[in-house]
């Protein structure tokens, strides 16, 4: 059993940036992919951002260009660097693992105000 903690969210106003953390209990290695994904109120999750064992990163359109995931094998930590925020954007971030999402974190919310 593996335990992911996500950190990092707040509340930010639009333009602004935040870096959340994913961190596990165990090797992440373990895993051929680490994603990120979000929630907005009233809306059906998404996929956000994954990265491969291999290094090999894929985006949503919506955050192309703005968010960069990577890992830190060492640390057993994913990272989602955001910037640009702006209010579509709000919504509660989490990390999962695994090519199924088998785990999951508990999520952070990121707030962005206009």
């Known amino acids: 059993q593996v335990q992911l903690v996500e950190s990092g969210g707040g509340s930010v106003q639009a333009g602004g940036s935040l870096r959340l953390s994913c961190t596990a209990s165990?090797?992440?290695?373990?895993?051929?992919?680490m994603g990120w994904y979000r929630q907005a109120p009233g809306k059906e999750r998404e996929l956000v951002a994954t990265?491969?064992?291999?290094?090999?990163?894929n985006y949503a359109d919506s955050v192309k260009g703005r968010f960069t995931i990577s890992r830190d094998n060492a640390k057993k930590t994913v990272y989602l660097l955001m910037n640009s925020l702006n209010p579509e954007d709000t919504a509660v971030y989490s990390c999962?693992?695994?090519?199924?999402?088998?785990?999951w974190g508990q999520g952070t919310q990121v707030t962005v105000s206009s």
């Open positions: 999962a693992a695994g090519a199924t999402q088998a785990y």
């Open positions: 165990g090797s992440i290695l373990m895993f051929t992919v």
């Open positions: 990265i491969r064992r291999d290094g090999l990163r």
